[in-house]
């Protein structure tokens, strides 16, 4: 008989219940906790970066088209005289971007389950 | 500038670790390998070494596209680089520091920072400096930018250039396509919404899974992906420095920009663009085994010509700012007005969707989103593949809250330290499926 998704196991059924009591009873505070202080950590970074922008001691401008040295680089006498998206600019800066898909489609035929 | 090959600082008594060489650096366990262009292919970046998994299953969780998958021993492991955006979340959320990192160019880095024919410049993205300082004992999220660019000069880098500047550059070309596809209309092969490029795990991902949206992503390269070609062209030319002697070293607060590193397509200078892509962590440790005393340096400023900067790419490393940074341009492009007040405080994301209007005289609503999490633009993607979405721009980063959470930054010292239980829970499971009877 083929096993379906849903069919356990007695082992497989007592560790199941095993778990879900222990997290029921310990793990749900302390799994919360540790999601809580991950983001915290992160909206602290975020919060620095902010205060930095609006800090005129770090940052004098606030607009990159106000940049002295983004000026040099588009001047009419400059290295991308152009401007921006200029024929130069294109050669260096831009890109195109090549379809990956076939790898993927490759690994779910292997049977391969992802999420996507 | 004139004296391009400046007199290099005390490198020469730093034993460097052969290729191949497993090495700890702020908790987390690098192979040192440099690998080329050529070794792209079926490169792991990130892998779990199995003999520290206990099999918890936290890393799956974090892993948006499922590439990170229990094995029959219940440890976990990546299916196939293919499958992995390279995100790292996995790594930086591991309670065991079993998730590694399979690229280190540390020891080449020293390498050339030794050899006094190469010019080793800097090219650093702007979250690094936000989280550097937790390397040394600062609390989370103390900016160090200062003593960062000291730190890089001491080490012996020849000049000291900023991705900061070329985020400037990011939204001066960025900026100008999106105003191209909107007096366009979005018509043709520039169709509308426009979707940021900066974040190379999101560029991977929309190359794997939504490749019919390819032409929706913005042509530009990220900001490091402009730096690399503009130091080897512009930054040559600024400082008379033969090109081929110049060696970039990418620092990044990231482990998929390394990949981003070795696409074939960065090579617009005639020569790699990118030689070397090293993270936060990284950094930290050629710090501490150069032995400098980082928060006794002095706060010092990047070489101005290829490194000055404002407020608007420093934003560039959280999640809405590129939008912001954006919209700081377009704003007045558009209104011919000038923005009185720059923060632009509701396109400012901590995770999830964030969809705004913001009015510019002239136009009208301007329609944004700001996306955080693959699983998030997974949503925004398929809503722009069905045509129902009306926005005009939409901002994507991998990680949720943007590049300072990145997979290549100081991980959160509470993370390894998990709790008791749940590592009694994990060695259970583990011992439970290692004695299965098959």
């Known amino acids: 008989m083929k096993k379906g998704r849903w069919d356990l196991s007695r082992r497989s059924f007592m560790k199941a219940s095993g778990l879900a009591c222990g997290y029921a009873l310990l793990g749900f505070r302390t799994a919360k906790e540790s999601v809580a202080s991950v983001l915290d950590m992160v909206g602290i970074r975020q919060q620095s970066v902010y205060s930095a922008d609006a800090n005129p001691k770090i940052y004098k401008l606030r607009k990159s088209q106000e940049n002295p040295m983004v000026k040099k680089l588009y001047a009419k006498d400059g290295f991308l005289k152009d401007g921006p998206c200029g024929h130069h600019s294109h050669e260096l800066l831009h890109t195109h971007y090549k379809d990956k898909s076939m790898f993927i489609k490759a690994l779910k035929k292997k049977g391969v389950e992802l999420a996507m | 500038m004139s004296e391009a090959i400046k007199k290099k600082p005390e490198l020469g008594s730093i034993k460097v670790d052969p290729s191949g060489t497993v090495q700890k650096t702020e908790g987390v366990n690098y192979t040192i390998y440099s690998p080329r262009v050529n070794d792209l292919g079926n490169?792991?970046?990130?892998?779990?070494?199995?003999?520290?998994?206990?099999?918890?299953g936290e890393c799956e969780t974090h892993c948006p596209t499922g590439a990170i998958q229990e094995t029959k021993d219940g440890t976990r492991s990546i299916v196939d680089p293919a499958a992995c955006m390279n995100c790292g979340q996995c790594l930086t959320h591991c309670p065991y520091g079993a998730v590694t990192e399979r690229v280190s160019y540390v020891s080449e880095v020293f390498e050339k920072l030794k050899d006094p024919d190469t010019v080793v410049v800097t090219m650093t993205a702007p979250a690094v400096r936000y989280a550097l300082g937790e390397c040394f004992g600062t609390p989370v999220g103390t900016y160090t930018g200062g003593k960062m660019q000291a730190a890089l000069r001491r080490l012996g880098f020849d000049y000291i250039w900023d991705n900061e500047w070329t985020a400037d550059v990011t939204i001066m070309e960025e900026g100008t396509e999106l105003?191209?596809?909107?007096?366009?209309?979005?018509?043709?092969?520039?169709?509308l919404p426009q979707f940021t490029s900066c974040c190379p795990g999101w560029i991977k991902f929309c190359e794997?899974?939504?490749?019919?949206?390819?032409?929706?992503?913005?042509t530009c390269k990220s900001p490091v992906g402009m730096l690399g070609p503009l130091a080897k062209t512009y930054g040559a030319e600024q400082t008379g420095v033969d090109p081929k002697k110049i060696y970039t070293v990418s620092i990044m607060p990231c482990i998929a920009k390394k990949y981003e590193g070795l696409r074939p397509e960065m090579h617009a200078s005639g020569q790699r663009d990118i030689d070397a892509t090293i993270n936060t962590r990284e950094l930290a440790y050629m710090i501490k085994k150069a032995g400098i005393n980082y928060m006794a340096l002095p706060d010092e400023e990047p070489d101005p010509v290829?490194?000055?900067?404002?407020?608007?790419?420093?934003?560039?490393?959280?999640?809405?700012?590129?939008?912001?940074?954006?919209?700081?341009?377009?704003?007045e492009v558009i209104s011919g007005k000038t923005l009185a007040d720059p923060s632009i405080i509701a396109v400012r994301t901590a995770n999830g969707i964030n969809k705004v209007d913001v009015d510019v005289p002239g136009f009208g609503p301007v329609h944004i989103a700001v996306v955080s999490g693959l699983d998030n633009a997974a949503k925004v993607c398929e809503e722009v593949r069905a045509g129902t979405s009306n926005l005009h721009f939409i901002e994507v980063m991998t990680c949720p809250g943007g590049c300072v959470n990145g997979g290549g930054q100081p991980v959160d010292p509470s993370i390894m330290e998990a709790s008791v239980f749940k590592k009694m829970v994990a060695k259970v499971n583990k011992r439970f499926n290692m004695r299965k009877i098959a």
């Open chain 2, 208 to 218: 794997s899974f939504y490749p019919d949206l390819i032409p929706h992503l913005s």
């Open chain 2, 179 to 191: 105003l191209e596809r909107v007096k366009h209309g979005g018509k043709g092969d520039k169709p």
């Open chain 2, 306 to 331: 290829l490194g000055m900067a404002t407020g608007a790419a420093t934003i560039f490393g959280t999640s809405g700012g590129v939008m912001e940074a954006a919209l700081r341009l377009a704003y």
């Open chain 2, 43 to 56: 490169l792991y970046f990130v892998e779990v070494d199995s003999n520290v998994c206990e099999g918890c």
